[in-house]
């Protein structure tokens, strides 16, 4: 793949000095540090598709809101189309028309004061895309159609629409400055499962249809094997596993994939035990030394225990586990197909 | 061009359609006291902005005025005259008229702090509410401080302060000076709680994604705190407005009864209890009652509206 990624993201971190009480400041106490995201580094190239997933407070909202620009990176590097947009001033209008947000709750996404006609014109207004006002209600017009909406719909306000429409209004607002890229921050999660079914089949098609790039944000699994073509496994900050859709649902190495898999139902282990997962996310202010999954992987060792692993090429197809156990093949194989086919 | 979607007189009929279809107009109906305290308001704004017309005698222009008619007691009494409705002062001043110019006055200052302390304390609350940082420290410490002083305390410093600035100056500490103070004064008074509810609805406002969606297109700050924030913090801010509205009136009355306030040539309902309260002993009871009554009256009615929207626009009450 010669062509440059749409978008690069090297070595991203963000840290969040926790407040410390007065007192306690002039004590000398040192600020808590939490590490939200903590070195993470992918690249997606134009239409596909990249999924982050992980269990709630690893980080994977904060690191589409760092691409988005809403927190400044403490360290690393965001390149959208090859132009550096780390640094706020680099941000231009003609950058920041090109990646737009969709966000988890519909009901705080959409000023609650504004008709749906103003919150999808925002964005053409702000960038002058459309001309004049007739234009302007031509593209809103035009917008709320394309998600499945009628033209009318637009003189309401928010709360007159049922959270899948108000997803959908959402989504017309991202398409609004005709994006390229489009971070999408759980955008399901929030609704009914024959909602989201929906809302993702309408995204699926505004991909195909638009050439977007989507970076999707989720914790369902299933919904990610949907929608994705590649997929990072994010724990603690950081990404424990990143391959190809298929490859990692038919084949997943880093224990806490194969932990994740295992959760998903699945009618082919009916009757079968199933193992339970044992533990909880630690807390991301005090991590575990080493690899941040020792406590809860079966596999571990001294080496987890002290050494962090980094990210690397593991098998040829494109993925990249960070496991020691991985690394030194004492793994059993990955269980066989289990809940692949979704 | 048609009244279309994106044009304002369409959206202006469109809200007072819905207002008047709303759960706040209900509410309003169904409340006999609230309808009389609103109907009672709207009298005193009426009489006060048409005080020129309505008064039947103009008790500030001395030529009209006559000493023989000082002192005369409300009409139903012996030796009241109807002319004179509510009787009429030492200098033959009718007290029905100087109560509407004196409403006209309580209400303008009333109003005028009002508007004074929302501006100050709403732009203080929602750029530090946005902010953070040391400036909304300073300006949340600023605003405590404040609220340890009581807010008469506050106005009475403010009003003596710049009286002292101005004495020697050139500027003329007439009644429209005095007026102007009054305003800086009260205004000033009041503009902590306002900083306060803004901020705090603020800081739930800012976190809400629709105010990170307008950043991620870059939306400059000022332009979302103004067409974002601040409309999603205006029902509290309504709230406290007009029970403060209440307040400001009975502050001002106040300072004018300590004779800091608006001087007796062009007075107050506060100027006209102070002066008439020196007759009180000496039988001419009336030149004091009447302007109290309706300063009562008056700030009743408000307090009556302000208490209804608080709990009408309160969720918790519905």
Redesign the interface.
Known sequence: MAEMPLLQVENLAVHFCLPVPVAERAMGRKPKVLKAVDGVSFAIGKGVTLSVVGESGCGKSTVARLIAGLYRPTRGRVAIDGHDVTAAKDRTRAIRRRLTMIFQDPQASLNPRWRVRDIIAEPIKAFGIAGDARETGRQVDGLLEQVGLAGADGEKFPHEFSGGQRQRISIARALASKPDLILCDEPTSALDVSVQAQILNLMRDLQDELGLTYLFISHDLAVVNHMSDRIAVMYLGRFVEVADAAALFAAPQHPYTRLLLETIPDLGMTGRDREAVAGEVPSPIDPPSGCAFHPRCPYADKRCRTERPELREAHSGGVAVACHAVEEERLPPAPAGGAADG | MTA???SGGGRVMGALYRGADSDLAYSFRRNPVVVTAAIVTLLYFFGAAFADWIAPHTPFDPSTLSLGDAEKPPAWIEGGEWRYLLGTDNQGRDIFSTILYGSRLSLIVGFSAVIFSVVLGVGLGVTSGYFGGWYESTVMRAADVQLTLPSILVALMVDGVARAIFAGTDIKTDATFAIYVLIFAIGISAWPQYARVVRSATLVEKS???V????????PSWRIMLR?VL??TMGPVLVIGTIDLALAIITEATLSFLGVGIPPTQPSLGTLIRVGQEFLFSGQWWITLFPALALVLLVLAVNLLGDWLRDALNPKLR
């Open positions: 279309g979607p994106l809400k994604d629709y990170a969606a307008a950043r991620v297109i870059g939306i974002h409309p999603n």
